[in-house]
DNA sequence: ATTCGGACCTGAAAGC
DNA sequence: TGCTTTCAGGTCCGAA
């Protein structure tokens, strides 16, 4: 599902519902989520350790608990956490995984897709191979210069080692703000394309923040609602649609595996 | 050394 | 109607 404003979206919630709770059970039908422990030690280790912490650290998601162990989930394409009660909708039924906590709630992981990653770390053992994270005040325009590497500009902002959480939804509407075309090399970029890139980027995702994300397809808040930034998104999967700045037809092209929507017409190559 | 396709899974939507 | 193909907010691995 997620990228940084979906997963996000999700730390806040979690935050409100499920800091300072207990595990006291865990449940799964879907052992293979479980990637570095298996299913039955990681319910061992789980088993009354209290949630001191949550944070987002690029799209994963850290649970700081007691006795020096972290909980690492990463939900992929189609995991989503739910808290207690949620919305009927066919995207809330892939449940997974249940955690059961001290105060008699359920903090469960849809996942349609059963790609989600959980795994279980001594906290100084987490190490996450990440680059900085776009939102923080700190990573400047200098900054953002100097991280880009060699390639593709749409690739280069998805790689999860130059800059942390950007995925398909948000390269595309970044580039999109930007007028920059998604197959033009980063290190051949002008400086006044790097500018609007860069601004785009803290704009799109601090907006999609807000808004809650993206929920066109699986992602759901932790009480199971939609987000809004797909209302107002203008590329991502708007192929054949009029562009909303000049109206010529978004197009759609296969990089790398993923879809890269973009205007032909306000994107030139 | 990069880059690309395939694998991992399941279901919705579109195509025929 | 029903069968087939394509597509999906991600990442990892191995082959060109």
Redesign the pocket.
């Known amino acids: ?3 940084l404003p ?1 997963v996000q979206t999700t730390v806040l919630g979690l935050k409100k519902k499920v800091l300072n709770r207990t595990f006291v059970d865990v449940w799964t039908d879907t052992k ?1 989520l479980f990637k570095n422990i298996s299913f039955p030690d990681f319910k061992k280790e789980i088993k009354g350790k209290k949630i001191k912490k949550i944070y987002r650290r ?3 998601i850290i649970f700081d608990l007691s006795d020096g162990l972290n909980l690492l989930v ?5 995991g989503h956490f739910l808290y207690d009660k949620w919305e009927n909708d ?2 809330n039924s ?1 449940i997974r995984v249940k955690f059961f906590l001290d105060n008699g709630k359920v903090l469960a992981l849809s996942d ?4 989600a ?1 959980i795994e279980l770390y001594k906290t100084k053992d987490l190490k996450l ?1 990440l680059g900085p994270e776009p939102l923080e005040k700190s990573f400047n325009f200098d900054k953002f210069k100097n991280v880009l590497k ?3 500009i749409k ?1 280069v902002l ?1 790689n ?1 080692e130059i800059i942390a959480g ?4 948000y390269s595309d509407e970044i580039l999109w703000q930007a007028k920059v075309h998604p197959e033009k090399d980063a290190l051949k970029l002008s400086e006044k394309e790097l500018k609007r890139i860069y601004k785009a980027m803290k704009d799109i995702l601090k907006k999609a923040v807000d808004l809650g ?8 808040d932790i009480e199971g609602k939609k ?1 809004k930034f ?1 209302d107002i998104r203008k590329v ?2 708007r192929e054949s649609q009029k562009c909303p700045r000049c109206g010529a037809i978004i197009k ?1 092209k ?6 890269a ?1 973009f205007c032909p017409s306000c994107q030139k190559p």
């Open positions: 599902m997620p990228e979906e293979k690029g799209k994963n990463h939900q992929k394409m189609t066919p995207m892939f349609l897709r059963k790609f990653k191979n060699k390639g593709k690739q998805m999860q950007i995925g398909n939804i994300g993206t929920s066109i397809s699986d992602y759901r987000g797909g991502y999967r759609r296969k990089l790398g595996g993923r879809s929507h």
